[in-house]
């Protein structure tokens, strides 16, 4: 009888033992009694062999043949505990697709193929004339059975359930085979542009150190032809049989990514992000694990895809946020990407105009390989900047006078205006002009955000909304009006501004839906509209050829932020917006509103760009004692009683507080004290030393647990922290 280790998918930072009548190898799902109920385990190893087995329970069955997570992902799973101090058990789990996680098989049953029934062996495709997708659809699959999931990528559901209720295609399951490196001789290369003399050194350098552990970070301005790059360091990975694996930090982004690398080497692009069925997340894992897909594009979570011949990993945009997971298991995809890429021994690209300062620290200090594209491909001019003083000027839904005729030249020319509001609906605020009574949530200490379109307000913290009241509700005023723009509200003064001027509004509220975003994209670059107002979601890499202005209409907001990091988003997030205008042979240019003109920020980025600023950045951070100079990780505490969280966090400082070397700040109220009803409270441990650091949280982790108040209010621990709210 052995004794085996199972990571059981509960918050407790421990494995279990159970037994079992052979040995089981570690990465192998089992099912295991674990108190009143049965759940998914994934083997550790062997247990120790010195313990009584008179009360330790037996495994109930064991789910696969072979592990399903690679000696490489359990190293890693194992590292992501440790690191992130977090359970294992759910670490594991959250590795694992959904399926898997419910016990699903790891291998698929069969493949579904659509095949001509009798009827349709003698039926003619011209028969179905009059319904033209359903004639070709029935052609392809009367010339040989094809794959159901290839047939759903060109033909709707609709239209090959109406070939089967016609009875003439039905079903049939296949036995998977797998086809590991099938991928290479299906490549067929599409037309390559020559890369300028910055792109050339960039691509030799990736490709001359292709198999082995090199992090490079590409740091291109907009415009510089990155993904070029990425496709041309690929190309000699995956002619050898070697996968690629892309991470993106958007959804959004997705779709346009994929369809280059599909156009450039012609064979299928595993896709992942968690708009996905959990039936397609699952088939994407087993095809990439079995080595069928040459190229594998994902958001976050992507990172922990298994491969089976790994040649390259890629990260677009590394300085995004998106890639920190700020609840549950708060890993840093770039960061695993780093640690994954050492492990199997391949090259890293990080790629982005705006490297995050950590990375860039890292290559400054030599850790990393720094490549660097100044230049804009094509011959495309650089954006042009300005800052407009908007002090003692009129307004027009947020935007100046002066703007509104600069505006009008574009669009006169024929180009396209992009203006940038950093909130959605109508405006962030409804307040009584009489009384000064502003509508609040009661669950989060918020304003109200009003949606106009909707008639309705709505908290954008906790999505609690309440119809636009007729009154005030503290004097009884009927006199209720809007503070602050939104992308509705502009929307709207626009129209009345440029009536002839087809314009669309792009932000969550807009946008939402399968593939409406990339019908939306599609449509702006089709030149459908002339006017594109939206948040976010607009400044990640999308390519707008025919964009040639850009206006930022309120960016004084992280001016004055208490988030230490807050300069930094903004100079990334100015520096992306203006890469979205003037990317093909028409200049562009881009308008800052602010009514702080002389704020050295803003004049820094406007003056010598992203890469002075960070390095003065850098600077900053050094004589502050702030990340990347120090660690850092957070105990976070939440519970309706205020009290209770502020009670709890005291009671973790005077643990921490032992060791002499950390510098305990709090507890203190979060930037956002309140949300969904529970106060928030925060206790910053920092060091200049990591080790350390993570030593005196590991240690003080169980007395930390064992408070009076653990139980009663919500706790978690996050390292490397990026949010403070």
């Not at 949280?697 to 930390?704: D, E, H, K, N, T």
Request: proline share 6%; charged share 20%; hydrophobic share 40%.
């Amino acid at each position: 009888m052995a004794l085996i280790d199972v990571a059981v998918p509960v918050p407790l930072r421990q494995t279990f033992t159970y037994q079992h009548n052979t040995a089981l190898n570690a990465g192998v799902r089992v099912r295991v009694p674990f108190g009143p109920r049965n759940v998914v385990g994934i083997v550790m190893g062997e247990a120790d062999a010195q313990q009584d087995t008179s009360k330790i329970k037996a495994i109930s069955e064991v789910l696969d043949d072979e592990p399903v997570l690679s000696g490489t992902l359990l190293t890693l799973c194992r590292w992501l505990s440790q690191y992130y101090h977090h359970a294992p058990g759910e670490v594991l789990h959250t590795v694992l697709p959904v399926l898997l996680r419910k016990g699903e098989a790891a291998i698929p049953d069969g493949v579904l193929f659509l095949h001509c029934t009798q009827t349709g062996e003698t039926t003619q495709p011209d028969s179905l004339s009059r319904a033209p997708k359903q004639q070709a659809c029935f052609s392809a699959i009367k010339e040989a059975p094809q794959p159901k999931e290839a047939m759903r990528r060109d033909y709707s559901a609709a239209v090959i359930n109406a070939l089967i209720e016609k009875a003439l295609i039905c079903e049939k399951r296949h036995p998977w085979t797998p086809s590991p490196r099938q991928f290479v001789a299906d490549i067929t290369m599409g037309q390559a542009p020559r890369p300028d003399r910055e792109q050339a050194v960039a691509i030799a350098a990736i490709t001359t150190q292709k198999d082995a552990f090199t992090p490079h970070l590409l740091e291109g301005v907009t415009g510089s032809g990155k993904t070029e790059v990425y496709l041309q360091a690929i190309e000699p990975v995956l002619k050898a049989g070697r996968q690629v694996l892309i991470l993106v930090p958007e959804i959004g982004l997705t779709p346009q990514t994929v369809q280059r690398f599909s156009d450039r080497f012609g064979i299928e692009v595993g896709v992942l992000h968690s708009q996905l069925t959990d039936t397609a997340r699952l088939t994407v894992w087993q095809r990439a694990r079995a080595g069928e897909l040459g190229i594998i594009i994902g958001t976050r979570s992507a990172i922990f895809t298994p491969l089976h011949s790994p040649g390259m990993l890629i990260v677009d945009e590394e300085h995004d946020e998106s890639f920190k997971q700020q609840d549950g298991l708060r890993y840093h995809a770039r960061d695993l990407a780093v640690l994954r890429a050492k492990e199997e021994n391949i090259p890293l690209v990080m790629g982005t105009a705006t490297p995050s300062l950590e990375t860039l620290n890292n290559a400054i200090a030599g850790r990393y390989h720094h490549l660097q594209l100044t230049q804009r491909a094509g011959g495309a001019q650089s954006t042009r900047q300005h800052i407009l003083d908007i002090r003692d000027q009129p307004l027009h839904s947020g935007i100046a006078e002066g703007l509104l005729t600069v505006m009008r030249q574009h669009l006169q020319q024929g180009n396209q205006v992009l203006v940038f509001v950093n909130r959605r609906g109508f405006a962030p605020a409804l307040l009584c002009h009489h009384c000064g009574e502003t509508e609040m949530c009661e669950r989060c200490d918020r304003p109200f955000t009003v949606h106009r379109s909707l008639n309705r307000m709505q908290c954008h913290h906790c999505a609690a909304t309440r119809p636009i009241p007729a009154r005030c509700g503290a004097c009884g005023s009927p006199e209720l009006v809007t503070s602050g723009v939104g992308t509705e509200q502009v929307e709207q003064g626009l129209a009345t501004h440029f009536p002839h001027a087809a314009q669309i509004r792009i932000d969550s509220d807009s946008v939402r839906g399968k593939d409406k975003l990339q019908g939306t994209l599609d449509a702006i670059n089709a030149r459908d509209y002339q006017i594109l107002i939206g948040t976010q979601i607009l400044s990640k890499g999308h390519h707008f050829p025919h964009v040639t202005l850009v206006v930022v209409l309120d960016c004084d907001g992280a001016l004055f932020s208490a988030d230490f990091r807050a300069a930094e988003k903004l100079a990334q997030l100015v520096t992306q917006l203006a890469g979205r205008a003037g990317r093909a042979s028409k200049p562009g240019e881009m308008w800052l509103q602010t009514h702080n003109p002389d704020h050295p920020l803003l004049q820094d980025l406007v003056q010598n760009g992203y890469g002075h600023f960070a390095r003065h950045a850098l600077e900053e951070r050094k004589l502050a004692a702030l990340p990347p100079y120090t660690s850092q990780v957070v105990v976070r505490a939440e519970a309706v009683e205020g009290r209770l969280a502020y009670d709890f966090l005291s009671g973790c400082r005077h643990v921490l507080a032992e060791y002499g070397h950390i510098q305990l700040i709090g507890p203190m109220p979060g930037l956002m004290e309140k949300r969904q009803g529970r106060y928030r409270f925060i206790l910053l441990c920092q060091s200049d030393k990591r080790k350390p650091l993570h030593d005196a949280v590991r240690i003080a982790l169980p007395y930390m647990s064992s408070q009076p108040q653990a139980s009663r209010v919500r706790w978690s621990v996050d390292v490397d922290p990026t949010d403070f709210s």
